[in-house]
């Protein structure tokens, strides 16, 4: 097979996983295939039928009509009928009166499920409301989204859907893009002003008097996609709303607040944590939906081994390049979700180059589709999608907030994308005007993703998980009190909006000089902007520019936080689909030079921890061991970094760096083990360090099933003897300064989370550990040493202990505490509930 339009370097590489050649004889399907039609299919090539795991299938639902409440202008009514919707489904009747009662609500339904319409119907009715007042401003909206692409998507519905309004809605996007000869107009006129948080953050509440007719007619905030909110970025846009309720309330306005999130667990409890206000919620799904196919896909094994001999899948890009070229030869309208970019640029151009030789016409139905492309491109692949131009599209997250693209018939996801939510988030692309629908999950290799196309039930018995963050993070909360104090002086007042931690900050931030107390206010000191001193995306310093050598131009920049991992010299980095190498990395300068280039491989950092015990808040005993919780200084450096082929993941081979050792205080959950429950579980010293090392990286991995984070978000350290504990211990940390909420629901998961990592151990058909078990990626001793066996006898003890003080507390507690501890669900739950839970 030839593979002429391949990037430069990846041709051998695909030359190599051609000697298993993908056959594509199956017949084009007929418009009326079923899901199940279109999967058996896929599983009739070569060993394809042994690739799936595991199909569930769920049963199609029909759609349950209401009305809207009379309060509903009956101008916007007809607007919406107009749109050929002659009457809401329950859910969006039920959000719009509890918007019209004056209560804030969040609106947690499956994707497609006409979410937006719930916020606009009230919204547009009060703004057509506001426009009959004497000034023509009478109410305002906001609208926050996560990212410029959905706000600008909403804008163009908007428009469409308020066109037979007139003037009346004045709908316009207010954004770092937005030419500053537009943004006195939006100020002036517009009534609904759509924008972003960083937007609201640095530009709107820092010059909020220019805003101050628009912020005293506020009656409605709009935030989309808000179960994207979490971690770290969720906890400073929880301190930005608060921001803005201040200045609400300071020129007379307590605008209500309509959350759209995808489905979530305690979606009320997560948008008033958000807000800070209390929320109601609707999550009853009333609108119909196919059957959905969806079935769970692990690629096989290689004849390639990687570090320590261990064998290597076959890599998630290339097996769903292969799934995506069968379902265009069927006529199969498919999206395929990619994590990066690269990596659906790779998808589609794989793709197109084997449709070639079946049909020459085949490979312009075939498309990448990523953040940095312009509105037009974009637009454009949305309609080739909609008209059947396009059959194939191979796509990042931009594809997953919330833009319109309907009439797909099966979706591909190129790894678990993190959480559930964005699981389902994905899968619902397909099916969106209530066909019959075919989601198909390709693992990576990689212990979470081989967890779940073995254990079915995590994903489909299982309800979304929990959004974590955390607003009191003084590391967060800090500087949005200074930008506060800069917009308007902070008085006592204010100390039960910004949360209970602020009176312990406030004489923190006079020590250092950032904030003055006169009389009975603290004003900001210095002439910078305040806003200036956090990024709601990143911290750490300021960003690192990416600068091509050849011209001087700026490519981006990335996080100092990041940068030692991401762009170390001969780092690899893509930007726009072209590759580019690091040349040299000024941390004093903040730049790092690129070149463009063309390297048949991807680059992988890898560091060194140390870590110490600062405060331990909470110890709770496990049988002779222990868990604890705390605060903990993580000092850690780059060591070096692996080059790994682009397709099948081979490790080509190690470069060492000298990069300074950075220092990070955070938050952690750490266990302990006694020598008892050694000699328990058979550990000697020969295998304590393996065992200890595998259990702490398989457990990192495991995490994000049961906290909202990614594996990169989290770091861990294992010590056959920490000068803390004086024990075997180990620890798994957030990587983010002052904690990021993953280590605190770690902790209270503690005995589901530890059996689901013993689970997916256990559960690898290797001998001695791989990539999908217990090696880590980012390991900074080249995954040196790892004992698999070890690891598996030392959980089976420590979760023992786990699930003996369960029960113990239990009986002490008697009904009480027997209802304790089953919270969580199941047997899991008994260990929750002596972790703290309840």
């Known amino acids: 097979m030839a593979f002429n339009h391949l990037p430069a370097g990846v041709h051998d590489a695909l030359e190599a996983l051609s000697a298993s050649p993908v056959t594509h004889s199956v017949p084009m399907a007929d418009e009326t295939a079923s899901p199940r039609m279109i999967l058996d299919r896929l599983a009739a090539g070569a060993g394809r039928a042994a690739r799936i795991t595991h199909t569930e299938h769920l049963p199609p639902r029909t759609g349950r009509h209401a009305v809207w409440p009379d309060r509903i202008r009956a101008e916007v009514v007809a607007a919406i009928q107009a749109r050929g919707i002659a009457h809401p489904w329950a859910h969006q009747a039920r959000a719009a009166e509890h918007a019209l009662d004056g209560e804030s609500v969040v609106i947690a339904t499956g994707t497609a499920s006409g979410k937006s319409l719930s916020y606009l119907a009230p919204v547009l009715s009060a703004l057509l409301d506001g426009s009959e007042a004497p000034n023509g401003r009478g109410a305002t909206a906001l609208y926050l989204a996560p990212t410029k692409a959905l706000a600008a998507d909403q804008r163009r519905g908007v428009r469409e859907l308020a066109a ?4 009346a809605i004045r709908a316009a996007v207010y954004d770092g893009d937005t030419p500053f000869e537009e943004r006195e107009w939006v100020r002036q006129y517009a009534n609904y002003v759509l924008t972003n948080p960083d937007m609201l953050h640095r530009g709107i509440l820092p010059g909020h008097p220019r805003w101050s007719s628009f912020l005293r007619a506020l009656r409605y905030v709009v935030i989309d996609e808000c179960h994207t909110y979490r971690g770290v970025f969720g906890s400073h846009v929880a301190q930005v ?32 944590r958000l807000t800070g206000l209390r929320v109601v919620e609707v999550t009853d799904d009333a609108s119909p939906r196919g059957e959905v196919a969806f079935a769970l896909w692990e690629p096989p094994l290689t004849d390639l081994h990687g570090e320590q001999n261990a064998p290597v899948r076959r890599t998630a890009v290339a097996e769903t390049a292969d799934l995506l070229t069968d379902l265009v030869v069927q006529g199969v309208r498919t999206v395929a979700f990619v994590r990066s970019r690269r990596g659906a640029e790779l998808v589609s151009v794989i793709a197109k180059d084997r449709l070639s030789p079946i049909d020459r016409s085949l490979p312009a139905k075939v498309a990448a589709y990523r953040g940095g492309y312009l509105a037009e491109e974009r637009r454009s692949l949305e309609r080739a999608l909609h008209s059947g131009e396009l059959l ?13 693209v309907s009439g797909l018939d099966a979706v591909l996801i190129a790894g678990y994308p993190g959480t559930r939510a964005s699981l389902w988030q994905q899968a619902g692309r397909a099916g969106r005007s209530g066909q019959g629908a075919l989601a198909v999950l390709v693992a990576r290799d990689d212990p979470l993703d081989t967890y779940l196309v ?35 002086p902070l008085t006592t007042a204010d100390l039960t909006l910004f949360g209970p931690a602020t009176d312990e900050l406030l004489p923190q931030l006079e020590g250092a000089g950032l904030l003055r107390r006169r009389t009975h206010a603290w004003h900001w000191t210095r002439r910078e902007r305040a806003a200036d001193l956090t990024d709601l995306r990143g911290e750490g310093g300021p960003p690192v520019q990416i600068v091509e050598a050849s011209t001087g131009r700026l490519l981006g920049t990335v996080d100092a936080s990041a940068a030692h991992a991401s762009v170390h010299e001969g780092a690899v980095h893509l930007h726009q ?18 070149y463009e280039a063309a390297p048949p491989y991807t680059t992988t950092a890898r560091d060194t921890t140390a870590i110490s015990v600062l405060e331990t808040e909470v110890t709770v005993p496990w049988g002779e061991g222990r868990l604890c919780y705390g605060s903990v200084e993580v000092t850690h450096q780059v060591v070096s970094f692996l080059r790994r082929r682009v397709l099948t993941g081979e490790v080509m081979g190690e470069t060492k760096l000298d990069l300074p050792p950075r220092t990070l205080r955070t938050r952690a959950v750490w266990w302990t083990v006694t020598e008892d429950q050694l000699d328990a ?16 990286h398989a457990s990192i991995g495991i995490l994000p099933l049961f906290a909202t984070c990614d594996r990169w978000d989290i770091g861990g350290v294992s010590v056959p003897l920490h000068p803390d504990t004086l024990l075997p211990t180990v620890f798994v940390y957030d990587g983010h300064p002052g904690g990021a909420g993953f280590a605190e629901r770690a902790f209270h998961t503690a005995h589901s989370w530890l059996t689901a990592t013993r689970e997916a151990i256990t559960s690898c058909d290797c ?19 790892l004992h698999k066996r070890g690891a ?46 309840g």
Do not use: M, W
């Open 454 to 488: 073995h254990h079915p039930e995590a994903l489909f018995d299982r309800p979304v998980e929990s959004t974590v963050l955390d607003p009191d993070n003084p590391y967060v909360l800090a500087p949005h009190l200074c930008a506060a104090a800069s917009e308007l």
């Open 681 to 696: 579980a058979r550990i000697n010293p020969e295998i304590l360090g393996g065992a200890l090392h595998a259990a702490e």
């Open 577 to 594: 689909g072209r590759t580019y190498l690091v040349r040299t990395l000024d941390l004093d300068d903040s730049v790092a030079l690129v």
């Open 792 to 837: 598996i006898r030392l959980l089976t003890e420590l979760l023992r202990g786990g699930a003996d003080a369960a029960n113990e507390a239990a009986v002490e507690g008697g009904a009480d505490g027997a209802s304790e501890a089953a919270v969580g669900g199941g047997a899991d739950g008994a260990g929750e509930a002596a972790v703290g839970v």
């Open 767 to 785: 001998d001695a550990g791989c990539p999908s078990c217990i090696q880590s990626p980012k390991c900074g001793n080249g995954n040196e040493p």
């Open 164 to 167: 037979p309004l007139g003037n």
């Open 392 to 404: 194939g599209l191979a796509a990042t997250t931009a594809l997953e907030l919330g833009i319109d």
């Open 241 to 272: 709303l608060r921001r803005l309720r201040r200045l609400c309330a300071r020129y007379g306005s307590e605008p209500v607040f309509l959350l759209a999130s995808a489905t979530a667990a305690d979606p009320s409890v997560a948008a008033g």
